[in-house]
């Protein structure tokens, strides 16, 4: 009898725990209260207990005061940072090792150089973009040109398509309905007729974009 009771009082607190720390994630329970459950739950929980309490070895940055496990981390945390091209001091939170202006310098200089002409001679109805990372028509590119806007220098870009993954539509299908190893929810005809879909919809519909092409530079 005090055995049922025990396993009883157990589902009970897992529902809590489950209410609790699921749907409100932001509820802290005390530290004795997590230890009670863990020592209670432990009999009826596969490979152990349920909750276990360890203790970890924490590091805090002596400036701003935030917390790491990793020792190194936390020295580095708030530790000057400089480009390593022209030696400027970066901000806090850059995750580059090189300042806007290197990166943007080593870009250029890695991409290939087309005169401005030339790349409207091919691409009359083209698309460019900016140094912003704006992409834009070359028409517009040419008004805000004629307008007096300066551009010594420009990207191309590269046409992309919008298509169906089908390989990502399968894949979700079968992670929704929780199918197991042994079992298989959609037969091979399913998956090919979806294949199928697919394929003739993004032969069909062409629908273009654009994207960013860092190895051409044109120089306007």
């Known amino acids: 009898m005090e055995q049922i009771e025990k396993e009883k009082e157990a589902s009970r607190l897992i529902k809590l725990i489950r209410g609790k720390f699921g749907e409100y994630g932001d509820v802290e329970m005390p530290l004795n209260q997590i230890k009670i459950i863990s020592d209670m739950l432990e009999p009826y929980c596969y490979g152990g207990g349920l909750i276990k309490m360890i203790e970890i070895t924490c590091y ?116 929704e309905v929780m199918f197991e190893d042994d079992f298989e929810i959609f037969s091979n005809e399913q998956l090919n007729e979806i294949c199928e879909f697919a394929s003739n919809w993004n032969a069909k519909n062409r629908f273009k974009y654009y994207e960013e092409d860092r190895k051409v530079a044109i120089i306007i």
């Open 60 to 175: 805090k940055c002596e400036k701003c005061s935030k917390i790491y496990t990793d020792k190194e981390f936390a020295k580095k945390c708030c530790t000057p940072k400089y480009c390593e091209y022209c030696k400027c001091e970066l901000p806090h939170k850059y995750y580059y090792t090189a300042c806007d202006s290197c990166r943007e310098k080593c870009k250029y200089e890695r991409a290939e150089k087309i005169d401005f002409k030339d790349y409207i001679k091919n691409n009359p109805n083209g698309w460019i973009t900016t140094k912003c990372g704006h992409i834009i028509s070359v028409d517009e590119l040419i008004d805000r040109i004629e307008d007096g806007e300066a551009f010594d220098y420009v990207y191309g870009t590269n046409v992309q398509y919008i298509e169906i993954n089908y390989d990502q539509i399968i894949t979700q299908l079968q992670e």
